[in-house]
């Protein structure tokens, strides 16, 4: 493939757009489909939960999640104004019975304020994140006391195979995302790595390691 080409599919997975953008989206749904329901089920939802996610793409797994517990309420951030207008359609009936909420945000502010949610989840994102430590410490603030995050994210030694991901994304092994999140007022409540054998874009299936963190907001006794 030409520099040109790859660089294209970069910049489509960083933010979908246009007629490709869709099919890009429908892919990255199927692709990223078991990261995202094994993040969902590490959240430990309980009813009347209010749920963020950074990123989600066309949200077809907001269906999964809505399965987890009764009376939830879920929140999705997205930069790219084409997944923005598909979740909203795809999940039309849960935005018109207002149990699901979409915008669209810059990628580095939360537009929410303090202590808004008892659980927040990322997949396949963290690539795209600009200031890393800040969107953290954003992510920490909408947070309810003792709310988690979880974040999940294809392992470097896998990504960096693939020839795109040398523009536009920023590759985190399992330590990497570690230091990041030691700068953070989080505490990490647990990790897994695990593997899954996806589909490559040539339709080949390839073995990719991901891995999750669950992360508390303790709860600051002054």
Partial sequence: MEKEELQAIASQ???PSGEKGIEMGNMMNETNINMTKHSIQNLNISKENKILELGHGNARHVEFLFEQGKDLKYYGLEMSELMFQEAR???????????AFFSLYDGNKIPFEDESFDKVFSVNTIYFWQKPEELLAEIYRVLKPNGNFCLTFAEEDFMK????????FELYSTQKAQDL???SDFKIVYTETQSEKVKSKTGEL?????????LEKSFKSF
């Avoid at 359609?89 to 149990?99: A, D, E, G, L």
């Avoid at 195979?161 to 536009?168: D, V």
């Avoid at 390839?206 to 669950?214: H, L, S």
């Fill in 161 to 168: 195979k693939l020839p795109f991901t040398q523009f536009e």
């Fill in 89 to 99: 359609q795809i999940n039309r009936n849960f935005v018109s019975q207002k149990q």
């Fill in 13 to 15: 997975l960083k933010n």
């Fill in 181 to 183: 999140i030691g700068k």
């Fill in 206 to 214: 390839v073995e990719r390691a991901f891995t999750t963190f669950v």
